[in-house]
């Protein structure tokens, strides 16, 4: 089982940034993917962005592309989501979440329904005001 364990949320005003930041409980071994997606109020949960742990690979919602940015701590076992140029349609709960490894090749790109993902962190909040 590997937990995972979000924080850096808050309130800014459009434009503004804000970092976020996921801590799993398990070494990298027991992950393959890691990625976060956010919830408004009153919509399904969305993609945002994920990172294969092996290498770094990286693959992005593209209505984030250019504004934020997934990365990896190695030696925290921590993934942040970097978020710039923060707009109101931001605005949401940002989950955290991980894949186990599994048998054959994982397209990073593909990685991006929430059916996809094995844990899941507790959610953060982000709320961005015009």
């Known amino acids: 089982q590997v937990q995972l364990v979000e924080s850096g949320g808050g309130s800014v005003q459009a434009g503004g940034s804000l970092k976020l930041s996921c801590a799993a409980s398990?070494?990298?071994?027991?992950?393959?993917?890691m990625g976060w997606f956010r919830q408004a109020p009153g919509k399904e949960r969305e993609f945002v962005a994920a990172?294969?742990?092996?290498?770094?690979?990286?693959n992005y919602a593209d209505s984030v592309k250019g504004r934020f940015t997934i990365s990896r701590d190695n030696t925290k076992t921590t993934v942040y989501l970097q978020m710039n140029s923060l707009k109101p349609e931001d605005t949401a709960v940002y989950y955290c979440?991980?894949?186990?490894?599994?048998?054959?090749?994982?397209?990073?790109?593909?990685?991006?329904?929430?059916?996809?993902?094995?844990?899941w962190g507790q959610g953060t909040q982000v709320t961005v005001s015009s």
């Open positions: 990172l294969t742990w092996s290498d770094g690979s990286t």
């Open positions: 398990r070494r990298t071994f027991s992950i393959s993917v």
């Open positions: 979440a991980a894949r186990r490894p599994r048998r054959g090749i994982t397209a990073l790109a593909t990685m991006t329904g929430q059916y996809e993902y094995d844990y």
